[in-house]
């Protein structure tokens, strides 16, 4: 696998150099700046290029080798109709990427929110932290903070119970807390969402249930696919993190079935798949080693980490790479016989770019400012765990 680390750019706490010493040699990275739905210009695509390559002649070599994210607009998602104008954008922006030699791009079909988490200090055993989701915490926010229509039709009896009981005693710090980790937007940002106007983002979403998102996912990539495919661009869907609906938002790329039928829906290449392990992993009825076998080939871009299921199976906490309920052993040797398949048929991607996805803040990074997950030591050590689990592998099977 090629070693990559996901870089926010200039603004990130953690520095290209520290990507290079992490024993990286791609980046994963996004123009933020750029609103979304706007065209991606070759101009600021190269800028970006230029920043991340600017020591290359003296230092270790250091390549932008995979876009996270190209964020979907959400009229898209919507399936408004002014959907076509976004997607002749996004095809716009491919189009600059592919010129400026920038072939792997992930996004994500996830409304509105793009992850969720109710804890992103959660203590952990040797006083690291990492990020939580408690249902009990998330029924709370739903039901009392935001108060939306309808959420007590998506909590059993017990669950708003015990959110009740909890909010009554909770202090408006630890309130606000909880609020604005719920709404904390996308992976890069410390803005949140603003509460005054967020239901209505949602209420854009009332009519919208399951099939609508699919088919207005599947037109999107129908419209893209073949572009990208003529382009050389391999696009990658990040699947739904957490794998379940929220908030009455339907999510269709949750399980198995859910790629599969995505697949289907353009049967191109290019039509391909992010697999994220921490996000696919959530749930215990996605086997991800025989999913790795399954869509080996349309597989182009892999995230590694794991969660822990806790006593309460919809309650989760980011656990160490190796320590979680994934099966990183069977899921890195499914990858290994992917690449060597690859390797052997000619293919002409035979190594997948990886990055350790999220990391415990912990040792020195808990006195820095850092972007919930996305520290560095716990990303480097996270690395240098599946670094050696993969040489290992490859090594076991010379």
Same mark, same amino acid.
């Given at each position: 696998?090629?070693?990559?680390?996901?870089?926010?750019?200039?603004?990130?706490?953690?520095?290209?150099?520290?990507?290079?010493?992490?024993?990286?040699?791609?980046?994963?990275?996004?123009?933020?700046?750029?609103?979304?739905?706007?065209?991606?210009?070759?101009?600021?695509?190269?800028?970006?290029?230029?920043?991340?390559?600017?020591?290359?002649?003296?230092?270790?070599?250091?390549?932008?080798?995979?876009?996270?994210?190209?964020?979907?607009?959400?009229?898209?998602?919507?399936?408004?109709?002014?959907?076509?104008?976004?997607?002749?954008?996004?095809?716009?922006?491919?189009?600059?990427?592919?010129?400026?030699?920038?072939?792997?791009?992930?996004?994500?079909?996830?409304?509105?929110?793009?992850?969720?988490?109710?804890?992103?200090?959660?203590?952990?055993?040797?006083?690291?932290?990492?990020?939580?989701?408690?249902?009990?915490?998330?029924?709370?926010?739903?039901?009392?903070?935001?108060?939306?229509?309808?959420?007590?039709?998506?909590?059993?009896?017990?669950?708003?119970?015990?959110?009740?009981?909890?909010?009554?005693?909770?202090?408006?710090?630890?309130?606000?807390?909880?609020?604005?980790?719920?709404?904390?937007?996308?992976?890069?940002?410390?803005?949140?969402?603003?509460?005054?106007?967020?239901?209505?983002?949602?209420?854009?979403?009332?009519?919208?249930?399951?099939?609508?998102?699919?088919?207005?996912?599947?037109?999107?990539?129908?419209?893209? $696919?073949?572009?990208?495919?003529?382009?050389?661009?391999?696009?990658?869907?990040?699947?739904?993190?957490?794998?379940?609906?929220?908030?009455?938002?339907?999510?269709?790329?949750?399980?198995?079935?859910?790629?599969?039928?995505?697949?289907?829906?353009?049967?191109?290449?290019?039509?391909?798949?992010?697999?994220?392990?921490?996000?696919?992993?959530?749930?215990?009825?996605?086997?991800?080693?025989?999913?790795?076998?399954?869509?080996?080939?349309?597989?182009?871009?892999?995230?590694?980490?794991?969660?822990?299921?806790?006593?309460?199976?919809?309650?989760?906490?980011?656990?160490?790479?190796?320590?979680?309920?994934?099966?990183?052993?069977?899921v890195v040797k499914a990858f290994v016989e992917e690449e060597q398949h690859r390797k052997q048929t000619g293919h002409s991607n035979p190594s997948l770019p990886m990055r350790?996805?999220?990391?415990?803040?912990?040792?020195?990074?808990?006195?820095?400012?850092?972007?919930?997950?996305?520290?560095?030591?716990?990303?480097?050590?996270?690395? $240098?765990?599946?670094?050696?689990?993969?040489?290992?592998?490859?090594?076991?099977?010379?």
């Amino acid at each position: 696998m090629i070693h990559t680390m996901r870089w926010f750019g200039p603004n990130d706490p953690v520095s290209l150099m520290d990507i290079r010493q992490a024993g990286c040699t791609g980046v994963v990275s996004a123009l933020h700046q750029i609103p979304v739905g706007d065209v991606w210009s070759v101009e600021a695509i190269q800028e970006r290029i230029q920043i991340i390559e600017q020591h290359n002649h003296n230092f270790t070599p250091l390549e932008w080798l995979v876009v996270e994210s190209l964020p979907v607009h959400e009229d898209i998602k919507k399936g408004l109709p002014t959907k076509d104008f976004y997607i002749e954008n996004y095809k716009t922006s491919l189009r600059n990427l592919a010129s400026c030699g920038i072939k792997t791009v992930c996004y994500n079909f996830m409304p509105v929110l793009d992850w969720s988490r109710t804890n992103i200090s959660y203590e952990m055993p040797d006083g690291s932290k990492a990020l939580r989701f408690v249902w009990e915490d998330f029924a709370l926010f739903d039901l009392f903070i935001l108060k939306r229509p309808n959420a007590p039709l998506d909590y059993t009896p017990e669950v708003q119970a015990s959110a009740k009981t909890k909010w009554e005693n909770m202090s408006k710090e630890a309130i606000a807390e909880l609020t604005n980790t719920v709404l904390l937007g996308l992976p890069g940002s410390e803005e949140a969402f603003d509460l005054n106007t967020f239901q209505g983002l949602l209420d854009q979403y009332a009519h919208i249930g399951d099939s609508e998102l699919r088919n207005n996912l599947y037109y999107f990539i129908q419209q893209i $696919a073949p572009l990208a495919q003529e382009l050389g661009i391999l696009l990658c869907i990040h699947p739904d993190d957490p794998p379940k609906s929220l908030l009455g938002l339907p999510r269709v790329v949750s399980t198995e079935d859910d790629l599969a039928q995505l697949m289907d829906a353009c049967d191109v290449t290019a039509n391909g798949i992010t697999f994220c392990t921490g996000s696919l992993g959530v749930r215990a009825d996605n086997d991800l080693p025989k999913m790795v076998k399954r869509f080996g080939n349309r597989i182009h871009f892999i995230h590694l980490r794991t969660t822990k299921r806790e006593e309460n199976p919809l309650n989760f906490h980011e656990a160490a790479h190796l320590n979680g309920d994934v099966d990183m052993y069977e899921v890195v040797k499914a990858f290994v016989e992917e690449e060597q398949h690859r390797k052997q048929t000619g293919h002409s991607n035979p190594s997948l770019p990886m990055r350790p996805d999220h990391g415990h803040q912990m040792l020195d990074d808990l006195h820095k400012r850092t972007y919930p997950g996305y520290s560095a030591i716990g990303r480097l050590k996270g690395l $240098a765990e599946l670094r050696g689990l993969e040489l290992g592998i490859v090594r076991s099977m010379s």
